[in-house]
């Protein structure tokens, strides 16, 4: 089993930061690849970025590319999105995930936080 909690949302204006991190549980936390998916109101979930359990492989959506970066540290069982350069179609719900195999499909992923509100004002 592995329970993550997401942190860091909250209201940033457009052109800022915000760090999310995810922290998680459970001793198998490092044999998982991470994800981080949102789901804008209204809108479906969607896929944000990925890296695999090494931490050697990173992909991201296009919409995000340059602007997000995730990173994990396995000391402290932590996957981190950094984001800049917000715009305000990038306010949604975000979530992470863990799943055996690094994927940009949400289907793929197995355990899932409770989501960190993200609001990105013009």
């Known amino acids: 089993q592995v329970q993550l909690v997401e942190s860091g949302g909250g209201l940033a204006q457009a052109g800022g930061s915000l760090r999310l991190s995810c922290a998680a549980s459970g001793r198998t936390f490092r044999s998982y690849a991470m994800g981080w998916f949102r789901q804008p109101p209204g809108k479906e979930r969607q896929f944000v970025a990925a890296?695999?359990?090494?931490?050697?492989?990173?992909y991201y959506a296009d919409y995000v590319k340059g602007r997000f970066t995730i990173s994990r540290d396995a000391a402290k069982n932590t996957v981190d999105l950094q984001m800049n350069s917000l715009k305000p179609e990038d306010t949604a719900v975000y979530y992470c995930?863990?799943?055996?195999?690094?994927?940009?499909?949400?289907?793929?992923?197995?355990?899932w936080g409770q989501g960190t509100q993200v609001t990105v004002s013009s």
């Open positions: 890296i695999s359990w090494t931490g050697d492989r990173t």
């Open positions: 995930a863990a799943g055996l195999t690094t994927s940009t499909r949400a289907n793929r992923y197995d355990y």
